[in-house]
C-alpha cells in the first residue's frame, strides 16, 4: 500500500501562490506517475497536473503558465507550486500517485486551496 500525504493548503488573496506538497509513504516502489487533481462541489475531480518517475509533466490548459508540478525522488514528494491565484483555482486539491504495475490510483486526503477576489 502507499500513503500520501497532502500539506501546504490555505487561504491566499487572487494574484498570490501557494506550494502544496505530497508525501509518498509505504511500498513507493509501486509508484510510477504522481500527480495533483482537483475538484469543487457538485463538480468532477479534474486533473491539474502530473509528472512521471522520469520527470515528464503535463498541465491542464487552465494553469499551464501559471503552476509549476514538480517531484523530488529521493524525498518521495511531489510539489505544486501554484502562482498567479485566480478565484476559479479555489478547489480541494487532491495528490495522486499511480501504481506502475496495475490500473490502480492512490489519493490524499485533499488540502482546500481558497482563492479570494
Known amino acids: 500500500q502507499v500513503q500520501l500525504v497532502e500539506s501546504g493548503g490555505g487561504l491566499v488573496q487572487a494574484g498570490g501562490s501557494l506550494r502544496l506538497s505530497c508525501a509518498a509513504s509505504?511500498?513507493?516502489?509501486?509508484?510510477?506517475?504522481m500527480g495533483w487533481y482537483r475538484q469543487t462541489p457538485g463538480k468532477q475531480r479534474e486533473l491539474v497536473a502530473t509528472i512521471t518517475s522520469g520527470g515528464s509533466t503535463n498541465y491542464a490548459d487552465s494553469v499551464k503558465d501559471r503552476f509549476t508540478i514538480s517531484r523530488d525522488n529521493a524525498k518521495n514528494t511531489v510539489y505544486l507550486q501554484m502562482n498567479s491565484l485566480k478565484p476559479e483555482d479555489t478547489a480541494v486539491y487532491y495528490c495522486?500517485?499511480?501504481?506502475?504495475?496495475?490500473?490502480?490510483?492512490?489519493w490524499g486526503q485533499g488540502t482546500q486551496v481558497t482563492v479570494s477576489s
Open positions: 509505504g511500498n513507493i516502489f509501486s509508484i510510477n506517475a
Open positions: 495522486n500517485a499511480k501504481n506502475r504495475w496495475v490500473r490502480y490510483d492512490y
